[in-house]
T-cell receptor, first 116, second 110 residues
Framework: NAGVMQNPRHLVRRRGQEARLRCSPMKGHSHVYWYRQLPEEGLKFMVYLQKENIIDESGMPKERFSAEFPKEGPSILRIQQVVRGDSAAYFC??????????????FGPGTRLTVT | GQQLNQSPQSMFIQEGEDVSMNCTSS?????WLWYKQDPGEGPVLLIA?????ELTSNGRLTAQFGITRKDSFLNISASIPSDVGIYFCAGYPSRSKLIFGQGTTLQVKP
């Protein structure tokens, strides 16, 4: 059973460019979460999505950041007009359900974004 | 916002020693999760706790959900070099948002 897949693993962008990060959840999982991690810190929640719906985006900056999880295909985290402060590791996690007894989230290997 | 305080921040121990780390919250959590992260990788789920007072083991790892629902601890017995990494506690203040502690960096000397 394949785990959570993320690509690319490393992404370099110049200031002002757009960054697109992709996440394919584990088979059978319909809930996706995005987190950001700065060096020497824990992971910070950004957004929680189900297929075609954003459930909670309270951790995502209001400007330049957007996320989607279409009916077909991977979840996408998009960062427009990147700035140096966006440099971080971005992790995606998935779970079989977002409510009820199963709260276990399984993480992908992350995308390391560097803005030059 | 809600925070998880994890301690110690780092540990340097001898192979074979037992390790204990803990996590406290300012508010009640209904679920505690413990993860391990290796450099350059994503966190790997070690143990999930769902009930106050619950004690759960996974091999040499044991974790407990505090009775007050505001704390949890993780023990590693007879540490080995591959236990090296960063250990994170995490909990749900709401159903959708998982928050993480700052992490405990473990180094094991062979």
């Amino acid at each position: 059973n394949a785990g959570v897949m993320q690509n690319p693993r490393h992404l370099v962008r110049r200031r002002g460019q757009e960054a697109r990060l992709r996440c394919s959840p584990m088979k059978g999982h319909s809930h996706v979460y995005w987190y950001r991690q700065l060096p020497e810190e824990g992971l910070k929640f950004m957004v929680y999505l189900q297929k075609e719906n954003i459930i909670d985006e309270s951790g995502m900056p209001k400007e330049r950041f957007s996320a989607e999880f279409p009916k077909e295909g991977p979840s996408i985290l998009r960062i427009q007009q990147v700035v140096r402060g966006d440099s971080a590791a971005y992790f995606c996690a998935s779970s079989p359900q977002g409510q009820g007894s199963s709260y276990e989230q399984y993480f992908g290997p992350g995308t390391r974004l560097t803005v030059t | 916002g809600q925070q998880l305080n994890q301690s110690p921040q780092s540990m340097f121990i001898q192979e074979g020693e037992d390790v204990s780390m803990n996590c406290t919250s300012s508010s009640i959590f209904n679920t505690w999760l413990w993860y391990k992260q290796d450099p350059g990788e994503g966190p790997v789920l070690l143990i999930a706790l769902y009930k106050a007072g619950e004690l759960t083991s996974n091999g040499r790892l044991t974790a407990q959900f505090g009775i007050t629902r505001k704390d949890s601890f993780l023990n590693i017995s007879a540490s080995i070099p591959s236990d090296v990494g960063i250990y994170f506690c995490a909990g749900y203040p709401s159903r959708s948002k998982l928050i993480f502690g700052q992490g405990t960096t473990l180094q094991v000397k062979p």
